[in-house]
């Protein structure tokens, strides 16, 4: 079946610098992959989505390139702000059957001044 | 407006009890999820409503069930709470075609004691 991994269960970091947030995936079918992040007592919420190869898509500081290629979709961003607090979860769907989300364990990521 | 709504947000049952938790969206959406988030794991899909048709994971086939009384409620009831249904339970809906975004309540933390 389809699995999501994601190593890092935490990163901590300096507010102003860059950010790499991995995410690997399995499936036999043609995937779309999502970015989620939960900030304290909130709803998760998309952050980015792809279901293109090797195109980067970006939202709100946050970038990520799908490559079908090594199975990858990790986060990426320049500069970590404090408010990037949060549990990011990379999540995986295809196109075949219903809209079932796999999800990776998700990374905590803490930003300190 | 992309609201799903989880009531209650925490709830405390004693082992034996049954317990049941509600979730709407006002998206017209086709299809609602229940996931469980336990500490330190990956959400894991428990059930989902397309329509009015149930779909349950073959490994929780039995402790959950579920009903979904019209398109924007679902909700998620155990008939005889352990203390292993301790977690964080997700509501969140989407349009079926794989890719499409699920949108997340906030969740509903329960604790079985």
């Known amino acids: 079946g389809d699995s999501v991994t994601q190593t890092e269960g935490l990163v901590t970091l300096t507010k102003g610098l860059p950010v790499m947030l991995n995410c690997t995936y399995q499936?036999?079918?043609?995937?779309?992959l999502f970015w989620y992040v939960q900030h304290l007592n909130e709803a998760p919420k998309l952050l980015l989505k792809?279901?293109?190869?090797?195109k980067r898509t970006e939202h709100q500081g946050f970038y990520a390139t799908l490559h079908k290629s090594s199975s990858s979709f990790h986060l990426q961003k320049s500069s970590v702000q404090l408010s990037d607090s949060a549990l990011y979860f990379c999540?995986?769907?295809?196109?075949?059957?219903?809209?079932?989300?796999?999800f990776g364990k998700g990374t905590v990521l803490l930003v300190s001044p | 407006d992309t609201t799903v709504k989880q009531n209650p947000r925490y709830k405390l049952a004693r082992v034996g009890k049954p317990v049941n938790l509600i979730c709407s969206q006002t998206?017209?959406?086709?299809?609602m999820y229940w996931y469980q988030k336990k500490p330190n794991q990956a959400p894991k899909l428990l059930l989902f409503?397309?329509?009015?048709?149930?779909?349950r994971e073959a490994d929780t086939f039995e402790k959950f069930q579920s009903s979904r009384p019209n398109n924007s409620f679902c909700s998620l009831y155990i008939g005889s709470a352990g203390l292993e249904y301790s977690a964080m339970y997700l509501c969140?809906?989407?349009?079926?075609?794989?890719?499409?975004?699920?949108?997340f309540g906030e969740g509903s933390r329960l604790i079985v004691v």
């Open positions: 792809s279901s293109t190869d090797n």
């Open positions: 409503y397309y329509d009015k048709i149930l779909n």
């Open positions: 499936t036999t079918y043609s995937p779309f």
């Open positions: 998206m017209n959406h086709d299809t």
């Open positions: 999540a995986l769907t295809h196109d075949s059957g219903y809209n079932k989300l796999t």
């Open positions: 969140a809906s989407s349009r079926r075609t794989g890719g499409n975004t699920l949108y």
